[in-house]
């Protein structure tokens, strides 16, 4: 049964400062991973999807990497401002025939101006 | 553009109280459609998803159902609410026939008293 793992559950950081978020997973044998961002109250907004076929995937100030053979994938946030002040959360996909998206709980991320 | 909608936004109902959630997408045909429940402290859990109409597949045992009447709603049923129901609970589409990147709609929060 897969996990999904976020850690550290709770992150606080200055304006300004570059940041790393951390999900890791058990079942390296995944089809595409996804990292959302949730607002309190809110749905969820997909920020990247990485296909396990790659390393990374950018979107303006966001980079995710997917390192599929140990489990692990990283959310870099580079120049980080308050408007990025929520909840992310990463979620795996293993497909073979199943629809389940995996879900860490998240790191609440808190950006100080 | 695709876009996702939910209603109502907040409910509160007694307990033993009927249940009704809707979920309709618009810009896109035969999604697939996704009931995800997320409680406090648990993170995300998927309860149903569809891939066409009339077909529900069920993830997990519970008091809920699921319906899909039409090829872009999706509803989300019960007969008898019990506390252990309150939650934030979310609808998600994506491609038909695709394990690709997932879309949520804006969620509605239900209070079980």
């Known amino acids: 049964k897969q996990e999904v793992t976020q850690i550290p559950a709770a992150l606080s950081v200055p304006e300004g400062e570059n940041l790393v978020l951390n999900c890791s997973f058990t079942?390296?044998?995944?089809?595409?991973l996804q990292w959302f961002r949730q607002d309190p109250g809110k749905g969820l907004t997909s920020l990247l999807l990485i296909q396990s076929s790659q390393r990374e995937q950018t979107s303006g100030r966001l980079n995710a990497s997917l390192d599929k053979s140990s489990g692990r994938s990283t959310l870099y946030i580079a120049a980080s401002q308050p408007g990025d002040s929520a909840t992310y959360l990463c979620a795996v996909h293993s497909g073979a025939g199943s629809y389940q998206l995996t879900f860490g709980k998240g790191t609440k991320l808190s950006v100080i101006p | 553009s695709q876009t996702i909608h939910q209603w109502p936004a907040t409910l509160v109902q007694p307990v033993g109280s009927p249940l009704s959630l809707e979920c309709t997408v618009e810009?896109?045909?035969?999604?697939?459609l996704y009931w995800y429940r997320q409680a406090a402290g648990r993170g995300l859990q998927l309860l149903f998803y569809?891939?066409?109409?009339?077909?529900i597949s069920s993830e997990v045992p519970q008091n809920l159902s699921a319906s899909r009447p039409q090829d872009r709603q999706f509803i989300l049923s019960s007969k008898k609410l019990l506390l252990s129901d309150s939650g934030f609970y979310l609808c998600?589409?994506?491609?038909?026939?695709?394990?690709?990147?997932?879309?949520f709609g804006p969620g509605t929060r239900l209070t079980v008293l």
């Open positions: 079942d390296s044998a995944i089809y595409n």
């Open positions: 998600a589409w994506n491609k038909a026939f695709s394990y690709n990147e997932q879309f």
């Open positions: 569809s891939v066409g109409i009339g077909q």
């Open positions: 810009g896109t045909s035969n999604p697939n």
